[in-house]
């Protein structure tokens, strides 16, 4: 089955600087990979996804990139807030009937002022 | 549209004793997902059901633990004689099923077992 690896595990950035957090897969039939941030107390949020047609994808301050040769994407956020600060989760799929998300292990991004 | 909804938000349960865990889907998704999150821990997968039928329950223990998502109504994570060790949050997920794999997450049910 699919297991997800993902690096750093905690993340410390001044605010403003980027952020940069990997993840590895290990299926190579996994086509959709998001990524989830998730605040103390709340559930993960959906911020940014990519399928495996396209190569990279962004969204204002964040994006994503996929490098399916290698089988790792990341995520990169730039000009980082406080606001920022949560744990990512990183998941991959294969986008068909029965099959489940396998998360990666989590990242702790602190955005320090 | 409302998002997941879960309830309730925070349950404690005496060991020994049930709990019942309910998740709503959004407006047009048919399938859900269960997952556990212990303390400083990443989400682990449970049970990935469609109305009246469950897909893979692979993550599931296989005593005390079941799952439904009945024609009506909410999708039920049910913990029979709940014991310390299950204390945690439970998470569920919604998706408009195959080909559209974009899952949203509920708040949470925070169990805890005294």
């Known amino acids: 089955g699919e297991n997800v690896e993902q690096h750093p595990s905690t993340l410390s950035v001044q605010e403003g600087d980027s952020a940069v957090i990997k993840c590895t897969y290990s299926?190579?039939?996994?086509?959709?990979f998001p990524w989830y941030k998730q605040e103390l107390g709340k559930g993960p949020q959906l911020i940014i996804d990519?399928?495996?047609?396209?190569g990279e994808k962004k969204d204002q301050r964040i994006a994503v990139t996929l490098n399916k040769t290698a089988k790792h994407f990341s995520l990169h956020i730039t000009e980082t807030q406080p606001e920022d600060s949560a744990v990512y989760f990183c998941?991959?799929?294969?986008?068909?009937?029965?099959?489940?998300?396998?998360f990666g292990p989590g990242t702790r991004l602190s955005v320090l002022p | 549209n409302a998002g997941v909804m879960q309830n309730p938000r925070h349950l404690v349960r005496r060991r020994g004793q049930e709990a019942r865990l309910r998740c709503s889907p959004m407006?047009?998704?048919?399938?859900v997902y269960w997952y556990r999150q212990l303390p400083e821990e990443g989400l682990k997968f449970m049970v990935y059901?469609?109305?009246?039928?469950?897909?893979?329950e692979s993550g599931m223990p296989k005593e005390r633990f079941s799952a439904e998502f009945p024609k009506e109504g909410p999708s039920i994570l049910r913990i029979q004689q709940v014991v310390r060790g299950d204390s945690a949050a439970y998470f569920c997920?919604?998706?408009?099923?195959?080909?559209?794999?974009?899952?949203?997450f509920g708040q949470g049910t925070r169990l805890t077992v005294v």
């Open positions: 407006k047009g998704h048919s399938h």
């Open positions: 990519i399928r495996s047609n396209v």
């Open positions: 998941a991959a799929i294969v986008d068909n009937y029965g099959q489940n998300f396998v």
């Open positions: 299926d190579s039939a996994s086509n959709y």
């Open positions: 997920a919604s998706s408009p099923g195959t080909g559209q794999t974009e899952a949203f």
């Open positions: 059901l469609q109305k009246e039928n469950i897909i893979d």
